[in-house]
């Protein structure tokens, strides 16, 4: 994957889908890759893709092309992608509430 030719956009309606971004971006040039981001709960778009061009040329001119440009009512944020920062793993799991300073004024309900 070459990151010069990978696109972030953003401010999509939630309707875009993937479809719609291939034939606009087909414009700019050969699309290789579009991904809508959605949302693993709801099933629903998160408003921004990416959008991976053949050449680093085609990228530069589908930024110019259609960063703020109207699409389905919203203007678009386009840009060349950032890489993926390295992020620290969460701390995650089950927490106790009740444990430590357990609040007085609740009652057990059971």
Do not use: C, W
Not at 2 to 31: C, H, M, P
Request: glycine residues 10%; neutral net charge; proline residues 4%.
């Amino acid at each position: 994957m070459n990151t010069e030719a990978r696109l972030f956009v953003g401010n999509l309606s939630y309707q875009t889908g993937d479809q719609d971004l291939q034939e606009l971006f087909a414009q700019a040039g050969v699309v290789t890759s579009v991904n809508v981001m959605m949302d693993k709960f709801t099933g629903k778009s998160r408003g921004f893709a990416f959008v991976e061009m053949a050449d680093p040329a085609d990228a530069s001119k589908a930024v110019e092309m259609f960063h703020s440009k109207d699409l389905q009512g919203r203007a678009l944020t386009v840009n060349i992608a950032r890489p993926r920062e390295e992020r620290p793993p969460r701390a995650g799991g089950f927490s106790d509430r009740r444990a430590g300073g357990q609040d007085s004024s609740r009652r057990e309900r059971y």
